[in-house]
């Protein structure tokens, strides 16, 4: 039998897709308040959102830079061609 979910109250797994979805900054208002009831009572929800926005913001200041992609091609095709040499 299935459990009737609340329209109010959400599980962890979709608290934690909320999440997700707001550090895009494309959760509905309606979805973040939803959340944030289940953050004011579940400390495993605070756990995430917490480790998510560290991880949010340790990202942001890594300034890593990627490869462009004619780079990452000239990458593939070298690397395809040592690949074949060993075989």
Known sequence: ??????F????CD??????DKSQYNEATLWEKI???LRYTW?????????QNKKLTSTVKKSN???LKNGEREALKKEF??????QL
């Open 1 to 6: 039998m299935k459990e009737k979910q609340s």
């Open 8 to 11: 109010l109250f959400i599980s």
């Open 14 to 19: 979709e608290a934690q897709h909320i999440c």
């Open 34 to 36: 939803k959340l944030n």
């Open 42 to 50: 579940c400390k495993i929800t605070r756990a995430y959102v917490r």
């Open 64 to 66: 890593v830079e990627c």
């Open 80 to 85: 395809e061609k040592e690949l074949t040499k």
